[in-house]
C-alpha cells in the first residue's frame, strides 16, 4: 500500500473521487505551507512555492492497481504531474505520504488558496 495525499477531484465529494473510492481513506491532512494551488479550468494543480502556504486534503492508503490507476488520470505519462513525497504537518510529517504535483507553467492561473 501507498499512501496518498490528495487535495482536489479526488477527494469525496470531488468529480473524480470514483478513480479512488474503493481504496481505503485514512485521514483530513494538511502539507507543510510549502505548496498552492491553481485552477487549471475544472481541476487545481499543485506546486511547490517559496511563498507556499499549507494545503488541505485527505490520505488514502493505496494498493498497486488503484496507483496505476490514478498516475493514468494525472497524466505521468504525458508529463501533466508527477508523484512524489509530499511535506505534511502534524502527525504525518514523519511518514512517507505521495501525492501529484504539477509539471507545467501556472503563469496567468488563479491561485485557489489552501482548499480545491
Known sequence: MTRVFVY????CGGEN????????FVALA???????LF???????????EDGMAIQGEIWNVDAAGLARLDEL???AGGEYERVLIELEGEFSSQ????????RDVSGRRDVGACW
Open 39 to 49: 485552477d487549471l479550468g475544472g481541476y487545481p494543480g499543485m506546486v511547490r512555492s
Open 74 to 76: 494525472e497524466d505521468i
Open 30 to 36: 494538511r502539507t507543510q505551507p510549502l505548496y498552492r
Open 96 to 103: 512517507l505520504v505521495e501525492g501529484y504535483l504539477y509539471l
Open 8 to 11: 482536489g477531484t479526488l477527494k
Open 17 to 24: 473521487h470514483e478513480w479512488i473510492k474503493s481504496q481505503t
